[in-house]
Each structure stands twice: as structure tokens, then as C-alpha cells.
Nanobody, 126 residues
Framework: QVQLVESGGGLVQAGGSLRLSCTASGLAFTTYAMGWFRQAPGKARELVAAISAVGGRTKYIDSVKGRGTISKDNTNYTWYLQIDTLKPEDTAVYYC???????????????????WGQGIQVTVSS
């Protein structure tokens, strides 16, 4: 079965950087689009970044543009999200999600994703 496992979270000081990893198993990695979402306490879950299955096109939420980079490693079946210049408002539980598609467009809606990781806490201290 498909499994997504996040890693790389933790406590980081404001201004620092963090790289999250999402390692997949049970799927044909190159035919899956992927997204990183986050949910802060008391807030709705939101898309942070997404990358298409074909062509590697990306999409970022405005608050992360210029600070975030989503990427993938087809060899290691892993997607990454690096966020630089972290801010306290980046504090949230981060989730990775994946869906099988042959599209060259990133999937930006939560409902578009079929598989989810368990989530990982990222805390940015001021």
C-alpha cells in the first residue's frame, strides 16, 4: 500500500532554515504529483507548496514565495520542502500528500490528493 513518511521537523529559531522530507513507498513515484500542506493551531490546513508529476512545475503559497523550495528525488522516492528565513508564523504541523496523475500542473486543492502522511511538527521560536 502507499505510504508517505515525513521527517526533518523540529524546533528551529526564527531566521533559520529547515528541510522537510517525504519518503514514499508503494507507488510509481514519477507518476505522482505532491504537495506540502500545513495546519497551525486553530487554523485551517493550507497548501504550502506543490510540484507536478510531469515537468516538475511548482506552486507556492504567497507567504512562502522566495523562501521555500519544493523538489523531488526520483532515485530516493523522496520529496523535499526547504524553507529559509523561518518565521514564527511558519509554526505548524506539516503534511505531505500525493496523487497519481499524468498532468504537468501542480495539484493545489486538498481534495485532489489521495494519500497523506501522518504529519510532522515544525516549531519556529522567536
Amino acid at each position: 500500500q502507499v505510504q508517505l513518511v515525513e521527517s526533518g521537523g523540529g524546533l528551529v529559531q526564527a531566521g533559520g532554515s529547515l528541510r522537510l522530507s517525504c519518503t514514499a513507498s508503494g507507488l510509481a513515484f514519477t507518476t505522482y504529483a505532491m504537495g506540502w500542506f500545513r495546519q497551525a493551531p486553530g487554523k485551517a490546513r493550507e497548501l504550502v507548496a506543490a510540484i507536478s508529476a510531469v515537468g516538475g512545475r511548482t506552486k507556492y503559497i504567497d507567504s512562502v514565495k522566495g523562501r521555500g523550495t519544493i523538489s523531488k528525488d526520483n532515485t530516493n522516492y523522496t520529496w523535499y520542502l526547504q524553507i529559509d528565513t523561518l518565521k514564527p508564523e511558519d509554526t505548524a504541523v506539516y503534511y505531505c500528500a500525493a496523487v497519481h496523475t499524468r498532468s504537468s500542473l501542480p495539484v493545489v486543492m486538498q481534495i485532489g490528493y489521495a494519500f497523506w502522511g501522518q504529519g510532522i511538527q515544525v516549531t519556529v521560536s522567536s
